[in-house]
């Protein structure tokens, strides 16, 4: 999932100045299992801008922020408090924020929170970074360990030299991505997959911004 | 003899570091150069060491060419993506430099630029082939370029890495992606350098004993608590501690000297590589105690 955090609080406040209303737009995926977009954190919000003197003409917590087409009729009862409002404030990710922006040509939009990364929740509200979506996934040679992600230098070939007790050089926090891979290759008796030279990555894999059309595959497919 | 010879030659050789300063005034590094000149088989220029911004390795090496040193550029993979880093390649090339030592380098996070953006397009084992390939007339992508490179070309090692196993598999695919020389990080423990040396022995690459000198009991200390892959045994510690705070940094001198006595009488390696930190100006010193000079 996409993890969320609260913008600073003055950011916020500084982006909205000029708007006496706001539409309060939250997503049921992501935003409310990080808790920046779920309905408490929506009617917390609606408090804290009345408390600022500004009026909130509605909130809605979509099912799928980052769905345009679901989002956009999913809105449709609101068309009231939208027409009022003098700016949409969403509370979801990037992309979600960025959907209210495609559906809102005439109104300005603004990001509540920041936006983070792809995550694993590992326990309620604890999120890890697994994977940076480099658009060609190695985990096939890595024992299922991603070092693009989980090493500070997203080194392809084994260790640097600054491993420290199987912990790494960047942090005592972090485990050294290629210690945990040698041992899981150990475990499964796949060393073999370590010890051949990994090619440079290409990251036009990666080139921004990236689209897809599965859907023309799809009939390729079925041709 | 240029330095590749010389290793070839099976000469014990010396190489010692020099630090490119922050800032344009370079008198005190001339210093230690002039000091150095016709002593050492090479000099080992550091790039933006520890990720401090400094001035880059290349122009030093150019130069401490022109002095007559014989300079060993050292590139690491954190400032610059893969086009930088071949175009620096034949920059150096051109301008006469003919060893690199090729390293994955220190992350941002370790310097004085910590919002700097990490680049390591490639790395160290990628850098090698990517010598091996200018060394052949390619770049990287197989691209046909006019005139070739002809680097001697190494990589380093940490023979007290923990755990040690994934570092020689690295070590391995070093040696596969052609580096043909190493240069490894401080080793105190011979005994324990010994059977790394075992290992390193069934490839035919040669290997430098880094040696980092000693200049105070604080400073083994130090590097026993930060710095992964450097153990200082606690008998080399109460050597500097009993020599007292005057005559520590000449303690840390004479287990210099010492160790590399014992490297080369014993043949335990093809050469050293001392690095004096601040203190290049007793290069000649620890050579002289260890019967080099
Ligand atoms: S290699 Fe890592 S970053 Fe790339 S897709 Fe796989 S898990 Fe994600
Ligand atoms: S210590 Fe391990 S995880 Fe950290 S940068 Fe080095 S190889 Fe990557």
Known sequence: M????????????????????????????CATLCGTGGEPELRAMKEMLEAEGK?????????????????????KQFKDALAETDCILVMSCGAGTQTAVELFQDKPVYPANDSLFLGNMTRIQMFDER?????????????????????????????????????????????CAWVRIYNRLKRLDQLEDMKRIAEPKDWSAHKKPMSLNAREKKEEVEK | MNFRDALNSGKFVVTAEIGPPKGTDIKEMLHDAEMLKGKLDAVNVTDNQSAVMRINSLSICKILLDMGHEPILQVTCRDRNRIGLQSD??????????????????????GDHKGAKAVYDIESVQLLRVVD??????????????????????????????????????????????AKFFQTQAIYDI???????????????KVLAGLVLLKSAGMANYMNKFVPGITVPPGLIEELKAAGKEKALDAGINIAARHIKQLRDEKICDGVHIMAIGAEDKVPLIMERAGLL
């Open chain 1, 2 to 29: 996409i993890i969320t955090k609260k913008r600073e609080h003055n950011d916020l406040m500084e982006n909205i100045k000029n708007c006496n209303s706001l539409f309060l737009l939250g997503c049921s995926e």
């Open chain 1, 55 to 75: 009026r909130v003409t509605g909130t809605f917590v979509s099912k799928t922020g980052c769905q345009v087409l679901g989002t956009k009729v999913e809105l």
């Open chain 1, 131 to 175: 994977c940076s979506l480099c658009g060609k996934c190695i985990l096939d040679k890595t024992g299922g360990i991603c070092p693009v992600t989980a090493c500070p230098k997203g080194l392809l070939n084994g260790p640097c030299g600054g491993t420290n007790n199987g912990k790494c050089e960047v942090s005592a926090d972090i485990e």
């Open chain 2, 89 to 110: 390649l034949l920059g150096a090339s051109v301008l006469g430099i003919k060893n690199v030592l090729c390293m994955t380098g220190d992350h941002p996070d370790a």
């Open chain 2, 133 to 178: 390939s200018l060394n052949n007339g390619r770049d990287m992508m197989g691209n046909e370029m006019k005139g070739a490179t002809d680097f001697f070309q190494g990589a380093v090692v940490t023979p007290e890495a923990n755990p040690i196993e994934p570092q020689l598999m690295k070590f391995e695919k070093k040696v596969s992606a052609g």
């Open chain 2, 191 to 205: 005994d324990k350098f010994r059977d790394f040396m075992k290992h390193a022995r069934k490839f035919s690459v």
